[in-house]
């Protein structure tokens, strides 16, 4: 579990499915209201407090983004407090419902994987071609680093499997959003990036 702070009132959480396995959490529990995902609220919302000092005291806005390959990304915003003063909340201990959460749940079938640098940006890309997977995709630098983003739609499982396993080869799954990337990355290839990539290295 990773935990960063976009600003004073937002924070992103990334959960891997190993996070989510380890808490007995399958991925469509995060659309159901149970317990054990109450529990995984309230052990992120612990974190962050210890890590950033986020109080998630009142109202929170909470958005949920699943991504095929690396797990889920949870943004928690959080909003004003209505008429109420902060220490009147904290009294409230016994009282089990302490976020009121309005909860967004989106899906992207998105696959995006960070690289260190080009040479491994080479690398899987001519991995990725020779072994006839894949020759789209979309190329970004953002933060020092190189983001491949893949849209395997339609793709059979075992495929689908073996682009991660070489993706996960070279890069690591991120937590960041394609939305991210086009306001705050540079687009170094907007198309066919395996293609591009191979053609020219």
């Not at 220490?87 to 995006?112: A, F, G, K, R």
Request: glycine letters at 6%; charged letters at 30%.
């Amino acid at each position: 579990m990773k935990i960063e702070r976009l600003n004073q009132d937002k924070i992103r959480i990334f959960l891997t499915f190993d996070d989510l396995l380890e808490r007995g959490i399958q991925k469509e529990d995060m659309w159901r209201e149970i317990p054990k995902v109450h529990e995984l609220f309230s052990e992120m919302m612990d974190q962050a407090y210890s890590e950033l000092g986020f109080d998630a005291n009142g109202p929170l806005a909470v958005e949920v983004f699943a991504l095929p390959a690396q797990g889920m990304v949870v943004i928690v915003t959080r909003g004003k407090v209505n008429g109420k003063n902060e220490d009147h909340i904290q009294e409230d201990e016994n009282d089990e419902d302490v976020y009121e959460m309005e909860v967004t749940l989106e899906q992207s079938d998105i696959v995006l994987y960070a690289f260190r640098d080009i040479e491994d940006v080479i690398s899987v890309c001519k991995q990725l071609k020779s072994a006839e997977l894949i020759d789209d995709g979309r190329l970004y630098a953002y933060n020092g680093k190189y983001m491949l983003a893949f849209e395997p739609v339609g793709f059979e499982l075992p495929r689908y499997h073996a682009i991660i396993a070489l993706l996960a080869e070279y890069g690591e799954a991120t937590s960041i959003t394609t939305a991210v990337l086009e306001e705050y990355g540079k687009v170094i290839v907007p198309a066919k990036a395996v293609l591009e990539i191979c053609t020219h290295f």
